[in-house]
Nanobody, 126 residues
Framework: QVQLVESGGGLVQAGDSLRLFCVTSGRTFATYAMGWFRQAPGKEREFVAANSRYSGTSKYADPVKGRFTISRDNPKNMVYLQMNSLKPEDTAVYYC???????????????????WGQGTQVTVSS
């Protein structure tokens, strides 16, 4: 089992930055890939970013490319999402997610992820 807990959300103004945190526990040694998703009110959950534990490769959704950065501190079992130049359309609940242990592919669809955190709210005012 893998447990995920997000934090770092809040209310900010357009153009501000936020850093989200995801603490992982359990079978973290096997969580090769980690991802961030978000869900705005009335919308489907959408992919934001994913990162490979060992290769360091990252993948981003087009709306956040160049503004968001996913990173991880493996010894601390932490995954981060640095969000810069925030826009009102970034407002959503942000979720940390992990696929089945041993998965190395950076999937971009939520059905490929097995473990989810409870989410952290990010609100960007204009």
């Amino acid at each position: 089992q893998v447990q995920l807990v997000e934090s770092g959300g809040g209310l900010v103004q357009a153009g501000d930055s936020l850093r989200l945190f995801c603490v992982t526990s359990g079978r973290t040694f096997a969580t090769y890939a980690m991802g961030w998703f978000r869900q705005a009110p009335g919308k489907e959950r959408e992919f934001v970013a994913a990162n490979s534990r060992y290769s360091g490769t990252s993948k981003y959704a087009d709306p956040v490319k160049g503004r968001f950065t996913i990173s991880r501190d493996n010894p601390k079992n932490m995954v981060y999402l640095q969000m810069n130049s925030l826009k009102p359309e970034d407002t959503a609940v942000y979720y940390c997610a992990a696929p089945a242990p041993g998965t190395a592919i950076l999937y971009t669809t939520s059905d490929k992820y097995t473990y989810w955190g409870q989410g952290t709210q990010v609100t960007v005012s204009s």
